[in-house]
């Protein structure tokens, strides 16, 4: 073990003062040089900041104590936001078409406590301008019992609107109201709903919860779909969207990535009332034939099958003793028409038929059509949309059920001018 005195411990200590006090000045003097480069740094930007070169100063400051990697500062002389490709195609179609989307409500007759006729707030819905000079389309259910229709623009002015037409088998209507004449309306056009495919992105303006030329996006979720929209209409062949569609929306256009119209929205399907993901459009291929007839003769020209059609029921049936409980009876044909000289058979056994305060006289013993071309008819709703696109003088292939067996007849059809109600 080795002993140390007092004289070589106090020598120790003052070696140890020594040696510390030289570390402290070198660390002051390191410090001292930073802080010299960092003024030299500072008057550098200084320079450059004044020279106009603001960016690349704030571009170098901002580089200090980072990596390489140098983050642009929010500033005034920041360059313009850059958008993504699809944020392009949106931008660019709202800001072609949304001016031309109408808000459209609707005042209907109603009753108060004392059994009086007033007037009550209706519906709201949306509309497409398709012309300068003021005609709109929309869905039938939108302007359905109303006794004054609204028309608002995207600049606030409004309008009353008079029913050019309406087709309850598409629920299509046009609509006319008169802009003054300095004013130049925006216009939507058709497009090609033919050449659409499942995936393909589509766009949706409308009117959702009144709040006026709300733009939703999606994809064509699928095609040729047969929806059932009231007891009697079957629209068949409409375009399925994820595109959000809610109260309101009904008659707003469906539009491709050009800004043309290829469907007019017209229904969804929701527990909730609310968008599902789950709408469908009338395809505007439907859309373009109705709308000339409408703005032509104020009515669709289709071709129809002159009987008088009853909807089967398993009543008649078992009373009749059919094998048979769904399509459409054939009560009567009309004498000369494209079905009698097609070989279509009515009744010939009176029975009274309906409630027992209002009965009617039906047929039975007729034909009972089954499939009209490709489509089985089990419903009066069936029967109609399986018309719907047809015109006078087509000819269709009509199946019918008779003595317990089914037959195909080729028939001719007229105009509907003439033609008879279901039973």
């Not at 800004?259 to 439907?286: D, H, L, R, Y």
């Not at 703005?295 to 008088?308: E, S």
Request: net charge neutral.
């Amino acid at each position: 073990m080795k002993l140390y005195s007092r004289r070589h411990l106090v020598r120790a200590l003052i070696t140890g003062i020594a040696i510390g006090s030289f570390a402290a000045l070198a660390v002051s003097f390191s410090l001292n040089k930073q802080q010299a480069e960092a003024e030299k740094i500072g008057e550098s930007l200084a320079i450059k900041t004044a020279e106009n070169e603001p960016q690349e100063a704030l571009d170098a400051a901002e580089s200090i104590g980072t990596d390489s990697t140098v983050l642009p500062a929010a500033t005034k002389s920041s360059p313009d936001v850059i958008y993504t490709q699809d944020e392009q195609q949106n931008i660019s179609v709202y800001e072609k078409c949304n001016e031309a989307v109408v808000n459209i409500t609707t005042q209907v007759m109603g009753v108060n406590w004392f059994l009086e006729p007033i007037v009550q707030d209706g519906g709201s819905g949306s509309g497409s301008i398709i012309d300068k000079r003021g005609y709109v389309v929309t869905n039938v259910h939108v302007i359905s019992n109303a006794s004054k229709i609204t028309i608002a623009l995207a600049d606030g002015s409004a309008y009353e609107g008079n029913i050019i037409g309406q087709d309850v088998e598409s629920d299509i209507a046009v609509l006319k109201f008169d802009p003054p004449k300095n004013v130049e309306l925006k216009t939507i056009d058709f497009g090609d709903s033919e050449k659409l495919k499942v995936g393909q992105k589509v766009i949706a303006i409308g009117n959702p919860f009144a709040l006026e030329r709300t733009m939703t996006t999606g994809i064509i979720s699928g095609l040729g779909r047969p929806i059932q929209e009231s007891k009697n209409v079957i629209i068949r062949n409409m375009i399925q969207t994820d595109a959000a569609i809610n109260p309101g929306n009904s008659g707003g256009p469906l539009l491709d990535t050009n800004g043309k119209m290829v469907g007019i929205n017209t229904m969804i399907i929701s527990n909730s009332g609310s968008s599902a993901g789950v709408g469908f459009a009338v395809p505007v291929s439907t859309a373009r034939r109705v709308v000339n007839d409408l703005l032509q003769f104020g009515k669709v020209n289709r071709g129809v099958i002159n009987i008088v059609p009853v909807q089967m029921t398993s009543s008649i049936a078992q009373y009749a003793g059919l094998g048979i409980s769904t399509g459409i009876l054939v009560s009567s044909v009309e004498k000369g028409s494209g079905a009698e000289r097609g070989g279509i058979r009515g009744g010939n056994k009176a029975v009274q038929y309906g409630s027992r305060w209002n009965p009617t006289t039906i047929y039975l013993g007729g034909d009972i059509i089954i499939g009209i071309d490709n489509i089985t008819i089990r419903t009066y709703a069936d029967y109609t949309s399986a018309l719907e696109s047809k015109r006078p003088g087509d000819s269709v292939t009509v199946t019918v059920w008779r003595d317990g067996k089914s037959h195909k007849l080729k028939v001719t059809l007229d105009n509907a001018e003439n033609s008879s109600t279901t039973l």
